[in-house]
C-alpha cells in the first residue's frame, strides 16, 4: 500500500507541474488504477486459485493439503503485475478518456 500512495502522490506531482495539467483527474486515475491493478483484482485471482487449489489437494498427504494452496498463492503473487497491469491500465485509460478528457483543465478559483 507504502507503494501505491508514492506513486500515486508522484503522478499528481508531476501533473501539477505541467502547465496545463490536471491533478485532480492524475490523482483520481492513479487512484483507480491502483484500487484495481493493486489491490481488487489481484486479491481475486489470489482467493480464486487458492480456492481451487485447496480443492484440487484434499485427498493429497495432510502436510500438501495443509500448505499447498499457501504455496501455490505466495508463488502466484511475483506473476501478478504481468497478468494485471496492463488490462487494468488500457481499460481505466479508455474509461477516463471518455469520461474525463485529458484536455479539460478545471482551475481553481
Not at 508522484?10 to 490536471?22: D, S
Not at 497491469?85 to 481505466?92: K, M, Y
Amino acid at each position: 500500500i507504502g507503494y501505491c500512495c508514492y506513486d500515486i502522490a508522484e503522478h499528481t506531482m508531476e501533473e501539477q507541474q505541467r502547465p496545463n495539467g490536471n491533478p485532480t483527474r492524475a490523482l483520481v486515475c492513479q487512484t483507480t488504477f491502483h484500487a484495481f491493478a493493486s489491490i481488487g483484482v489481484p486479491f481475486f485471482i489470489i482467493h480464486t486459485v487458492v480456492h481451487a487449489a485447496k480443492k484440487a489437494l484434499k485427498t493429497s498427504p495432510p502436510v500438501v493439503a495443509r500448505w499447498g494452496p499457501t504455496g501455490v498463492g505466495l508463488l502466484l503473487i511475483p506473476v501478478l503485475p504481468y497478468i494485471c497491469d496492463e488490462p487494468v491500465e488500457q481499460a481505466l485509460e479508455v474509461a477516463f478518456d471518455k469520461a474525463w478528457p485529458h484536455d479539460t483543465v478545471h482551475t481553481a478559483k
